[in-house]
């Protein structure tokens, strides 16, 4: 039921929409006021028993700038309920001899977008990756390197030109068995080869040991109330020179947060949280200590819970 003016009623009445003959109709005269309307809902139902492999969808996905024909090239699937090897079949021979030249893109792609998955990244962070393996793939110069490390790098290098930095362990763990030390050299390869391609240093953005404090207090399970002392601590402190990773800086800062608080959390926690050593937190709480008395907001700590604080 909707509202529209009819023509012989002379006002507005409620109207009934007909959707299998497409025509509008007033409730008070019966008089057809649009015919032939288009229905633009799914002229299919899904119901819960149904198996999930059939998608009655008859559209692909959006367009893809990246492949040669904007990913909208025809693929000639299985039939339902064929049985036996399909790509024996005379259907099946003529996909293969019309190889798409994209396939190798679309796979990683593919695994691109399932680490970003697993990551919760943003789909701008995926596209950017996407556009970076692009890039290289077309200079023609990554065969023999390691795939899922170069994967793994273009989603590093990603999430830093996106102001969204994730920590190489944190990108390791989703890298299918590539590990830090080759992501990290297919970093440095990557850069290199835009660098050459652009004729000038490819940026990076720079990493502050805020971007990183929500998220590892997130998985701490620390309170609101914490949560903003960590991240305002974290702010102060790089107004001082120290010479320590943000990583390992954003770590010492929650260590101290929580020593100040009710709910203490344990060294080994915060390492499993972080992915930073237990070792490389006390030595940088060892840094922060002489700043800590203007690190850390007045209205979470007072001097007498600051001096409470174990030496390093």
Not at 27 to 41: F, K, N, R
Not at 263 to 291: C, F, M, Q, W
């Amino acid at each position: 039921m909707g509202d529209a003016f009819c023509s012989d009623c002379k006002k507005h009445t409620e109207v009934v929409c007909d959707h299998s003959a497409g025509d509008t109709v007033c409730s008070e005269c019966g008089l057809v006021l649009e015919s032939h309307s288009i229905d633009e809902t799914s002229e299919w139902r899904t119901f819960a028993n149904e198996s999930g492999d059939n998608d009655p969808v008859r559209v692909g996905g959006p367009t893809n700038p990246l492949l040669t024909d904007g990913g909208l090239s025809t693929v000639i699937a299985k039939p339902n309920g064929a049985s036996g090897d399909f790509l024996s079949t005379s259907l099946g021979r003529w996909q293969n001899r019309g190889s798409n030249p994209d396939r190798g893109l679309i796979l990683a792609f593919k695994t691109i977008a399932t680490m970003s998955d697993r990551l919760g990244l943003v789909a701008t962070i995926k596209d950017r990756a996407n556009e970076i393996y692009k890039k290289v793939e077309d200079q023609k110069s990554s065969r023999g390197r390691n795939q899922d490390a170069l994967l793994a790098a273009c989603l590093y290098i990603a999430c830093r030109q996106e102001d969204k930095p994730r920590t190489v362990k944190e990108i390791c763990s989703v890298a299918n068995g590539a590990t830090k030390k080759e992501i990290g050299r297919a970093k440095e390869y990557i850069v290199k080869q835009l660098g050459l391609e652009a004729g000038q240093s490819v940026e990076m953005g720079t990493i502050h040991a805020g971007d990183f404090m929500r998220r590892f207090c997130s998985n701490l399970g620390m309170s609101n109330h914490t949560v903003k002392a960590a991240t305002e601590a974290v702010k102060t402190s790089e107004q001082f020179d120290i010479r320590r990773s943000p990583i390992s800086i954003a770590a010492a800062v929650i260590y101290i947060i929580t020593q100040l608080s009710d709910d203490k959390k344990p060294l080994r926690d915060i390492s499993l949280a972080t992915g930073v050593a237990e070792g490389t937190i006390r030595n940088s709480y060892k840094d922060l200590y002489p700043h800590v008395s203007k690190i850390i907001p007045a209205w979470y700590a007072n001097e007498e819970d600051l001096k409470n604080l174990s030496s390093p």
